[in-house]
Nanobody, 117 residues
């Protein structure tokens, strides 16, 4: 059973930075494309960023240039560095694992990011 546990969320002022982590257990990280999604109150869950085993990355237009996704396969951990945060980035951020960029089989419980203006 694969388990994903996010951490690193919190309250930050607009323009600030946060780094989210997603620790994976139960299976080696190398098998999966790892992705970050977010969901704000009253909105649908949306794609944020993803990274493959070969370090190929993908970003939503709304975070491109501000967020950076990375992974440490030896530590079975994925990161999301978020810079220049905006109030509209506030959401619950979820880590997900899947066989490719379009499918996610496993989800974490989410971590709250709040951005004050």
């Amino acid at each position: 059973q694969v388990q994903l546990v996010e951490s690193g969320g919190g309250l930050v002022q607009a323009g600030g930075s946060l780094r989210l982590s997603c620790a994976v257990s139960g299976r080696t990280l190398s098998s999966y494309v790892m992705a970050w999604f977010r969901q704000a109150p009253g909105k649908e869950r949306e794609f944020v960023a993803a990274i493959s085993w070969h370090m190929i990355t993908s970003y939503s237009d709304s975070v491109k240039g501000r967020f950076t996704v990375s992974r440490d396969n030896a530590k079975n951990t994925v990161y999301l560095q978020m810079n220049s945060l905006k109030p509209e980035d506030a959401a619950v951020y979820y880590c997900a694992a899947g066989p490719d960029f379009r499918r996610q089989n496993y989800w974490g419980q989410g971590t709250q990011v709040t951005v004050s203006s």
